[in-house]
């Protein structure tokens, strides 16, 4: 049964005079810190079937929660998100908390931007959206096959169509980009998205920021997912990573570059090693039986390099390594990140993608003339493709 947050703090107000708050979720804060602050007892939590309390280990700092007290102060209720499509649920029960899941409602809206560069894509993109996770994935997007300091000239134009998710009035998660132009001394540049992916206007792939697999010739025990909805049931739990089988002692390597950010126990994840990447990717390796000597918040490590082996730590059923992948801390499918061994779309996969290029080539061509003929400096289009229901 859904929760709708604004329907219940509109009941608890009217009820118990309830005061609705949101905050923001602080490096190092816990949820046995949050239900120690709100005197919740550790057993809402121990009541959970184990693979729901896996699931708590996915609060990660920076997020927007929302909670609602009585005019006493005691909580009545509280919304934390877990990725963009599914929050935490803690509430009063009788004389008690209970603690479930509860899908996310959103709206989303598309938008159109046609920009011409003064400064830097970056700074310009920036002061426009105010939207970093929107501005990091278009240069990851591009990293490889544009130097934007050299080649993107001022009067060079950008021009973007994506996604945006919003609840409450505030963006959620990442922005999904569609389609998008990148001007260098005037010479268009296109990329689109299909199946995950980006590629140019003849089909190969634009690699970005790709990870290699952490861990050699294991096989897939769990993929992932951001909860299906169930027929009858509702929605089911989503699963945030990838989970390869191997036996407990395998070498995991880290997928990609970058600095050590989290070496410790998280939760139902067991022994954890997180990684922070360039571009706001961070990778996560979980259910480790050990760490690599010298493993230390602080340390760089280098793509295929010996980080973890493989255990059955935390709440696993089995020996086997979680992998996720972040981008601005909102979980992504780490398949979706991971060097393809071609570049290049096959015949039929090519025919789809033709269609779908020409279309969203033909509409950035039209804002682009729209923008020329009515001498702009830039234009920003909201159009909106979900209902306003969302509101939480």
Known sequence: MKRYFLILCVAYQAAFGAVVSNQIWESGSTLFGFFQKYNIPASVYYDLPPEDRELTSEIYAGVRYYTAFSEEGSLLQALIPIG?????????????????????????????????????????????????????????????????NRTVLKGDKVALIYNRKYRLG???????????????????????????????????????????????????????????KHPILGFVRP???????????????????????????????????????????????????????????????????????VGNTGLSTGPHLHFGVYKNNQPVNPLGNIKAATKELDKSHKEQFAKLSDEFKGQIETILAQVQEEQRESIVVSLPVGGAEGLQ
Not at 191 to 205: H, Q, V, W
Not at 246 to 267: E, H, L, N
């Open 84 to 148: 963009d499509g599914m929050q935490i649920h803690i509430f009063r029960y009788k004389d008690g908390y209970k603690m479930d899941f509860t899908p996310i409602a959103y709206f989303e809206n598309e938008q159109r931007i046609v920009l011409p560069i003064q400064r830097s894509i970056y700074q310009d993109l920036m002061e426009v959206t105010d939207d970093q996770g929107l501005v990091n994935e278009l240069l990851n997007a591009y990293k490889n096959s544009i130097s934007f």
């Open 170 to 228: 505030k963006p959620l998660g990442n922005a999904q980009i569609k389609a998008a132009m990148v001007e260098t001394n005037k010479k268009p540049n296109y990329l689109f998205a299909y199946n995950g992916r980006y590629y140019d206007i003849k089909g190969k792939e634009i690699e970005g920021f790709l990870l290699s697999m952490p861990i050699v010739g294991a096989r897939i025990s769990s993929k992932f997912s951001l909860g299906r």
């Open 239 to 309: 699963h945030y990573g990838v989970d390869y089988a191997a036996p407990k002692g395998t070498v995991v390597s880290a997928a990609g570059s970058g600095t050590i950010i989290f070496v410790g126990q998280k939760g139902g994840y067991g022994n954890v090693i997180e990684v922070r990447h360039e571009n706001g990717i961070k990778t996560v390796y979980a259910h480790l039986n050990s760490f690599a000597p010298g493993m230390k918040v602080g340390k760089y490590v280098k793509k295929g390099q010996y980080i973890a082996k």
